[in-house]
Antibody, heavy 121, light 107 residues
Framework: QVQLVESGGGVVQPGRSLRLSCTAS????????MHWVRQAPGKGLEWVAV????????YYADSVKGRFTISRDNSKNTLYLQMNSLRAEDTAMYYC??????????????WGQGTLVTVSS | DIQMTQSPSSLSASVGDRVTITCRAS??????LAWFQQKPGKAPKSLIY???SLQSGVPSKFSGSGSGTDFTLTISSLQPEDFATYYC?????????FGQGTKLEIK
């Protein structure tokens, strides 16, 4: 069965960096687009970024563009989110999610359980 | 960016009821619309894609309809496990955007 397991969350000071990972299993990772979605405490869902199956295309929300970088290592079945210049408003649960299409045009079909990032001094 | 507006923001209903949640896009998105269910402290779960297609394993009590700018999610014969928050999302163009959510509560 499809499994997505996020890791790397924690407490970090404003202005610092953090890298999240999402390890995939139960499907052919290299054939699917992947997303990051976040949810601030008590708030709704916010789409963050997407990467195509081969890493050739990446798109970002305006709120993170220039600060966050999505990447993947298909040999390790792992998705990453490098987060730089973190702000208090980046505090959220971060979910990785699978797109049913390789070109990331199919929305989202599976979600991980999330990893919590807290930006605080 | 495409704005997604859900109504109502909250809804009280009883076990056995049928409810409908509406999602409106600020511009046409064809049928690139998904619905998700989220329970407290849990990850979202995918329910519907392309406006009306059920994800694998989702019971037929959930149904979606619409195209263009107006969409609905209908849940029939509500059971205790259906009380949750529901989100719509457009994936017609980047950045993908979600509605603000509809919290379905037990009356």
């Amino acid at each position: 069965q499809v499994q997505l397991v996020e890791s790397g969350g924690g407490v970090v000071q404003p202005g610092r960096s953090l890298r999240l990972s999402c390890t995939a299993s139960g499907f052919t990772f290299r054939s699917y687009g992947m997303h990051w979605v976040r949810q601030a405490p008590g708030k709704g869902l916010e789409w963050v970024a997407v990467i195509w199956f081969d890493g050739s295309n990446k798109y970002y929300a305006d709120s993170v563009k220039g600060r966050f970088t999505i990447s993947r290592d298909n040999s390790k079945n792992t998705l990453y989110l490098q987060m730089n210049s973190l702000r208090a408003e980046d505090t959220a649960m971060y979910y990785c999610a699978r797109d049913p299409y390789s070109s990331s045009s199919g929305g989202i079909d599976y979600w991980g359980q999330g990893t919590l990032v807290t930006v605080s001094s | 960016d495409i704005q997604m507006t859900q109504s109502p923001s909250s809804l009280s209903a009883s076990v056995g009821d049928r409810v409908t949640i509406t999602c409106r896009a600020s511009q046409g998105i064809g049928n690139y619309l998904a619905w998700f269910q989220q329970k407290p402290g849990k990850a979202p779960k995918s329910l519907i894609y392309t406006a009306s297609s059920l994800q694998s394993g989702v019971p037929s009590k959930f149904s979606g309809s619409g195209s263009g700018t107006d969409f609905t999610l209908t849940i029939s014969s509500l059971q205790p496990e259906d009380f949750a928050t529901y989100y719509c999302q457009q994936y017609n163009s980047y950045p993908y955007t979600f509605g603000q959510g509809t919290k379905l509560e037990i009356k």
